[in-house]
């Protein structure tokens, strides 16, 4: 078998190495494990294919590896797996290298040096797991068990994480998604009782704002919009940027940032005062159409107009065409949302546009979730510790924030402040909020805080190269998970899991065997006292026939209802009807429907930065995979070239961009794909970590210059009330 | 036999006075204890092929919980609950009634 590396050394001289224990080379990388063939020409036969759920990001697209002398040659995608339409996308394609990568962690490290000096020694997992247990007992005494606080990304494992922190008696776990979605869960939550999944198959016509689905990928949506437009269904985009989907759409408007809820409640407007919507859906299924026909009157398209920056009688003429395609018609509801501190409030405008239309639960809508039937696991019966303090760090802080998801940034904020009580030790899963969270110097100042901080991770990520601990994990590719659960309206309602399809590499462990291990050392062993094996049977065990169909196709289907599930049930808000007007949020003194109010003007020479995906990178977990990263080797400030003739910057300059937050130094990219009062730049470059070698010293850092404003109702990151200046820099 | 049926009865009766009040309070108990509470107490039967019908927080809406609550004497499980203090109880409502279906906050899991 070949062994080929641009930076790697053949197995046999890593064998060699890795028996070496040379610290040093832990965070720099540049050591590499077996290859794929592929560039020996290609594969041989007599390869074996193995199912398995790929990782790249969210979506978890069932896949199947061709792996040959126990080395993964090549990753393709399932075609029995629906929810992609049997596609793998390019990051996809790209988690070979995830596996293989020179910059893999291999082996425990603590920290010898000064937090985030890099100088690390390599230890024991017995050491590692002992100085664990060791700091979970000390600081729980100290601090109580919630002084130890928990944040797991969305991995198939993190359930152990959740059940770990539980365990233990900690309430303060985080997720990555107060930094993306809560705003959007909670506006559609707080209308329809459920958070929709669009039918973007069967749909006549998309509003998209505030959502790039031809580059940041979500299946089915990605492929089923243009399946739909395909067979004439249009696209309307409204985005500041001139994203692929904006290329890609029938229509493209360049919003003004932060008016979206103007155009919604002025296509509100048109669809009451022009009797365009569905009356008797409405009459039958929502509560409030008379307070909000009072309360749209004053939104006019001519109002709007002023606001968005797009012309009345097309804010007119789209309400009247998403009307005359209802209800196969929707406003996308999107998915990150994390943009403005009213982003609840700017998709319920979104959610009350759909409740007009009629579409819910309905061919070509919004479809409730489906009946999956997948079981929780094994249950347990965590303790409760009467010494605890009464509630989460972040609790009260915002108004409805999810108890169980909690607020990154207010979590934050009460860490640094040690109020309500001191938060001094930190575990983390796949995840990396010095990349993801807005204002790093916070997240800086946040870890310098605590006593004790473990990361575990596939590499040496910002976040770990911070902590005092760092566990080297599993690629998804070597490790066996609990099953998973999918939705994907007409595609799918469906289980996947994984199991390894190559043995794991180095010292590399599952996060369950860690919490197993770290569990029994502090006598809570009794809440791991299983197998993944004898997890997945009790999740399974009420679907016939489910681990058949996972070993034989990859992926368990249920046939279940799609459409009209809701009919003879309630729907799940207070009212118990879709709520055009939210009775709870009357009730708590908050704006029962959405209230517009203009952004703030930013001045001369400041404009808005915005975030966004593109379709080869992932937040930040994929920007060093070296397939990935020649795509994309660094990132540009996008910025229009009205604004960069004023100040004197030409397209590859070097220039500084500096919020209240930070400042970076960064290339420029001048370009009419962005309005002049907004600039862009990809998220996860100017790294601090050198262990991420195919990126480091590569662009600059959208977490540092993105400020930490919050959406008041859930407490979610509001990245886009970011203002900027941008300066040529002094030759 | 009488007097320990006039004792489960004085605290029937003693547990609906508090009980109106907690309910009267919107669930004002602590809810993360409540959880244990009810995993502890009420999960044991009311589980999925348990001794009762599986149960989780938003297997009712809000209203419904309050109906149960405040009907508790007449449930078959009457007994175990009355061998509940007033204070638990004020709490496992206030874990059923925060995370039921039509609540902000309904829970995840069943």
Request: net charge positive; hydrophobic share 40%.
């Amino acid at each position: 078998m070949a062994q080929t590396s641009s930076r790697g050394i053949s197995r046999r001289g890593f064998l060699k190495l890795a028996g070496a224990a040379g610290a040093a080379a832990a965070v720099g990388g540049g050591v590499t494990g077996p290859r794929p063939a592929q560039a020996a020409g290609g594969i041989k036969p007599g390869f074996t294919s193995k199912y398995s759920v790929c990782d790249m990001c969210f979506n978890k697209c069932s896949l199947i590896a061709r792996v040959q002398d126990g080395v993964i040659q090549k990753l393709d995608p399932n075609p029995k797996f629906l929810k992609s339409r049997g596609m793998l996308c390019a990051k996809g394609n790209a988690g070979v290298e995830q596996v293989y990568g020179a910059d893999r962690l291999k082996y425990p490290l603590l920290r010898v040096g000064e937090r985030g000096e890099g100088k690390f020694k390599r230890i024991s997992w017995d050491q590692a797991l002992d100085l664990m247990a060791a700091n979970f007992k000390k600081i729980g005494e100290q601090y109580t068990r919630c002084g130890f606080m928990f944040m797991a990304g969305s991995d198939m494992q993190s359930t152990f994480v959740h059940r770990f922190a539980e365990a233990y008696g900690s309430y303060n776990t985080l997720s990555h998604e107060s930094m993306c979605l809560i705003a959007g869960t909670r506006a559609f939550l707080d209308t329809f009782g459920e958070v929709p999944i669009p039918d973007m198959l069967y749909t006549k016509y998309v509003v998209m704002a505030g959502a790039n689905r031809f580059e940041s990928l979500v299946t089915p949506d990605s492929m089923d919009l243009m399946t739909a437009m395909k067979n004439g269904a249009k696209l309307v985009v409204l985005d500041p940027r001139y994203t692929k989907t904006a290329a890609k759409a029938d229509e493209w408007f360049a919003i003004k940032p932060r008016t979206d809820m103007a155009f919604m409640l002025a296509i509100a407007h048109v669809l009451i005062t022009e009797n365009l919507y569905d009356k008797k859906f409405v009459a039958a299924k929502t509560y409030g159409i008379e307070q909000l026909t009072k309360h749209v009157k004053p939104y006019t398209p001519q109002w709007a107009a002023e606001q968005c920056d797009i012309p009345a009688e097309e804010i007119q003429r789209i309400a009247r065409e998403l009307a005359a395609a209802a209800p196969a018609a929707m406003v996308y509801p999107g998915r990150r949302s994390s943009n403005y501190t009213d982003s609840t409030q700017i998709r319920r405008s979104y959610a009350i546009v759909n409740a007009l239309l009629g579409n819910w639960d309905r061919p070509g809508g919004l479809t409730a979730a489906r009946v999956v039937g997948l079981g929780g696991g094994i249950p347990f019966e965590a303790p409760f510790y009467e010494d605890n303090p009464e509630d989460r760090i972040d609790a009260g802080k915002a108004t409805l924030m999810f108890p169980e998801e909690g607020s990154f940034k207010l979590a934050r904020d009460a860490v640094l402040e040690g109020k309500p009580y001191p938060v001094k030790g930190f575990f983390l899963y796949h995840t990396n909020p010095m990349q993801t969270a807005a204002n790093r110097s916070k997240t800086v100042a946040m870890l310098n805080s605590m006593e004790f901080v473990v990361t575990m991770d596939i590499h040496m990520s910002d976040t770990a190269y911070m902590a005092d601990l760092v566990l080297p994990s599993q690629t998804y590719l070597e490790r066996q998970d609990p099953c998973s659960a999918q939705q994907g309206s007409s595609a799918c309602a469906c289980v996947v899991m994984r199991d390894p399809v190559v043995a794991p590499l180095y010292e590399s462990k599952p996060v369950f065997w860690v919490m197993q291990q770290v569990a029994g050392r502090l006598g809570m062993g009794e809440y791991f006292d299983f197998t993944i094996e004898q997890f997945r049977d009790k999740q399974l065990a009420g679907l016939t026939g489910g681990m058949d169909a996972l070993k034989r196709d990859g992926v368990y289907y249920n046939p279940s209802k799609l459409y009209g599930v809701y009919e003879g049930k309630i729907y799940k808000t207070k009212s118990h009807k879709i709520e055009l007007f939210n009775s709870r949020y009357a009730e708590m003194g908050l704006e029962p429907m959405p209230v517009y109010t203009p952004p703030k003007p930013g001045g001369f020479a400041r404009m808005r930065m915005v975030v966004g995906r593109n379709a080869v990178i992932t937040q930040s977990s994929s920007q060093n995979n070296a397939l990935l990263a020649k795509f994309q080797p660094t990132n540009h400030l996008w910025i229009h070239p009205e604004r960069a003739q004023e100040l004197d910057i030409k397209d590859g300059d070097w220039v500084w961009v500096k919020s209240k937050a930070g400042k970076q130094r960064i290339k420029a990219k001048v370009t009419y794909e962005t309005r002049p009062d907004t600039v862009y730049m990809a998220t996860g470059f100017g790294v601090l970590s050198p262990g991420l070698a195919n990126i480091y010293g590569k662009g600059a850092c959208i977490a540092q210059v993105l400020t930490d404003e919050f959406d008041s109702i859930t407490g979610n990151m509001a990245m886009h009330e970011t203002w900027v200046r941008v300066g040529k820099e002094a030759a | 036999m009488l007097k320990r049926t006039i004792v489960v009865l004085l605290v029937l009766s003693f547990i609906g006075a508090g009980l109106s009040l907690a309910l009267a309070s919107g669930g004002k108990g602590n809810s993360r204890k409540g959880k244990y509470l009810y995993r502890k107490n009420c999960r044991v039967c009311h589980v999925q092929n348990g001794k009762a019908k599986e149960l989780s927080p938003i297997s009712k809406t809000q209203a419904q919980w309050k109906t149960t609550f405040a009907a508790q004497d007449k449930l078959p499980c009457a007994a175990e609950w009355a061998k509940l203090k007033e204070k638990d109880i004020t709490d496992i409502y206030a874990y059923l009634w925060g995370h039921a279906k039509d609540s902000p906050s309904p829970a995840k899991c069943k």
